[in-house]
């Protein structure tokens, strides 16, 4: 049977918690956004760019192994 058996559940970068605001690599006019789980193959990463290094608005990155969702309850 085909399907995510063997995978591991994945959090999207915009809906996990690790996601935090990189205050160094910020700009003027841009807001960046990097992995702060040491856990992860992303840790460090800027999350809201592309592979280019184009800059974007929003995280786009799919998530890793070990995202944890945003608490929304408080």
Not at 22 to 35: G, I, V
């Amino acid at each position: 049977m085909a399907g995510k058996e063997g995978r591991a559940l994945r959090i999207k970068c915009i809906s996990c918690r690790f996601a935090q605001v990189d205050k160094k690599a910020n700009d003027k006019n841009w807001t960046a956004y990097e992995c702060g789980n040491p856990k992860s193959e992303y840790h460090k990463s800027l999350l809201n760019v592309t592979v280019n290094g184009n800059k974007l608005t929003r995280i786009s990155w799919s998530g890793c192994a070990y995202g944890e969702r945003k608490n929304r309850s408080l």
